[in-house]
């Protein structure tokens, strides 16, 4: 005979979702415990970004670095894959939101993701790093066991454009300053140039934005799980602004290249049905 149901009460259904990011009632709303009224006009969005994940509000110092690096993956121009997808998307007469959506769910592992995947690369050699391994010797064996598993491709180095990325010129800079004020302590800031140092003797490679992206994250404490949603966040901007440029533009249903160029065919040769499915 099967138990009885525990009827559901009021204090079961409120228990049902539970969060610790947000407190609504009637006339208030607070965001980690802070009165909404006060953060708005006092608290930058870089600040309350950081908020919403992390709990806490950063120090005025890591609020500007970690929205220097929100500025600096907002867009890489339209044949950047995620950007164009939101374009073609927004010329086939959808919403602004339906487009950005297409535009972020072209971001994964490839495209946009290998932040997060240097991100958990950096870790482990910091870890090994702490273990007593110098740190080349870290670097050296966590670059073989990457290789391994993985293959060739090292997350962070190497763009398909830039030989010198003007984004990870700009945000060493401001990680070296960040050093020496003693606002962040310089291990994964010592470990990219490592990797890099490694990398560049088989191939002149540099770091990319996603490297130095995981260095920036990794030094202000973020966790590798919110490598991807911190550039998704960033590159959003670049995708709503050229999804509404598009619609401006009232070009309908722009594929990838101009129709007249067409595209190159590798099926089989023209042929005929056979006759057994001829009537």
Partial sequence: MSEPVKPVGIDDVKDWWQSSIVDIAPN??????????????????PAMIWLMMRGELPTPAQ????GALLVSAVDHGPQAPSIAVARMTASCGV????AIASGVNALGDVHGGAGQQCMQFFAEIERNWSDGSSL????????ENWKREHGKFIPGFGHRFHRTDPRVTRLSELLDEAVKTKMIEGRFLSIGREVGKAVGKTAPIGMNVDGITAVLLLELGFPAE???GVFVLSRSVGICAHS??????????????PPEIGFKYTGPAPRSVPDDFKS
Avoid: C, W
């Fill in 28 to 45: 208030s709303i607070r965001f980690r415990g802070y009165d909404v009224q006060e953060l708005i006009g006092n608290v930058s969005f």
């Fill in 63 to 66: 609020a500007d670095l970690f």
């Fill in 95 to 98: 919403g602004i939101n339906n």
């Fill in 136 to 143: 080349e010797e870290a670097v050296i064996d966590e670059l």
């Fill in 226 to 228: 919110l490598g991807r």
């Fill in 244 to 257: 509404l440029e598009q619609m401006q533009q009232k070009h309908r249903i722009k594929g990838p290249t």
